[in-house]
């Protein structure tokens, strides 16, 4: 069993950055893919970024590549999403999820889940 707790989100104007934390409980969290998805007010969850458990293999959604970078400490149980140049249409609430049992940017497929982390962009 693995409980991951996200933080770091917030306000922040539109270029900005924030850097998100997702803390996980569990000793097999080093043994699993991380991803980070996103879900706005009336949209479907999306995929936004992956990292292999060992990394540095990395994946992003097209929308954030290059503006975000995910990483990961397992020895520090945790993983991240960097994140600049921040624009309106990235507001949402963000989610870390591990271990996936089919695709990297499938949530369906992932087991655990945090409760979220939310990022509001102002304009």
């Known amino acids: 069993q693995v409980m991951l707790v996200e933080s770091g989100g917030g306000l922040v104007q539109t270029g900005g950055s924030l850097k998100l934390s997702c803390a996980a409980s569990?000793?097999?969290?080093?043994?699993?893919?991380v991803a980070w998805f996103r879900q706005s007010p009336g949209k479907a969850r999306e995929f936004v970024a992956w990292?292999?458990?060992?990394?540095?293999?990395?994946k992003y959604a097209e929308s954030v590549k290059g503006r975000f970078t995910i990483a990961r400490n397992n020895a520090e149980n945790t993983a991240s999403l960097q994140m600049s140049s921040l624009k309106p249409e990235d507001t949402a609430v963000y989610f870390c999820?591990?271990?996936?049992?089919?695709?990297?940017?499938?949530?369906?497929?992932?087991?655990?889940w945090g409760q979220g982390t939310e990022v509001t962009v102002s304009s």
């Open positions: 569990g000793h097999r969290f080093r043994d699993y893919s």
């Open positions: 999820a591990a271990y996936s049992t089919g695709r990297y940017d499938s949530g369906q497929d992932y087991h655990y």
């Open positions: 990292i292999s458990w060992t990394s540095p293999d990395t």
